[in-house]
């Protein structure tokens, strides 16, 4: 697997989601002191143009530069607030998640055993049987 | 602006990416040992079924628990390897990307004042007077 590059992408998208959130923050501020800059923020963050943060800020400096300068402000201020307590939340998130999706399976197949043990049989036969692997050995 | 609330969104979504991580990841692996569950698992992670990590995860299980379980650990793992640098990354992409639209658009001004000055001028007259202010002044 390779880590190098999976959290390059990730930092992308993490960077163009914060760009999203930057407009959506920005986008409620001003709808207060001036909505009809607002609704055309609005228009112009088309779920497709937003996709790419950089083309995004790109676009909009054509368009209305103080507007991409606000944003652009705004993100960088919530990468900065993000980046001490993110980490800790996805690590806990995932693990949490994990513990209970395992543990629903588990009583899932203790019912299962109990009524029909069959199915459990047939269902470890029909998949990769080297599929309980730790990932690190195929990389 | 709810720093809090958007904390909390970052981080499902990060966990729905590193979810998504895990699936190519893992679907690359088996591809070696078994094309056919590797062409099972894609046709099984539409784009729909993807966009919650947890609900994937949870309809794999009934499905095939064992690729659930080896996509748990590899989110995991990659949560964990991520951590450390994924903050970095993203505060340094963000300061660099908005200092190179910055320098973009200082040039873009340089030019129009050397061609038609009286373009800058009716550009911020249709946009929020406002939006120079920094963010924090509203939240």
Redesign the interface.
Known sequence: ?D?KQ??????????S??TY?AVR??SA??N???PY?AAWLHRFSTKERIQD??VY??QL?LE???????I????????????????????T???Q??ME??R??LE??TQLDLSNPSIQES??NS??????????E??
Chains 1, 2 share one sequence.
Request: overall charge negative; glycine content about 2%.
């Open positions: 697997m880590i999976i959290a390059k992408d990730t930092a992308k998208m993490l960077q989601y914060l959130q923050t920005v501020q001003i207060e002191t001036n800059v943060g950089e800020i790109e400096f209305k530069p103080e507007l991409a300068l606000r652009m402000t705004v993100r960088q201020h919530l990468a900065e607030e993000m980046t001490e307590f993110l980490p800790e939340m996805v690590s998130g995932i693990m998640a994990n999706h395992r629903q399976h899932r197949i269902e470890s998949a990769d049987s080297s599929s309980y692997e730790t990932p690190s195929n990389s």
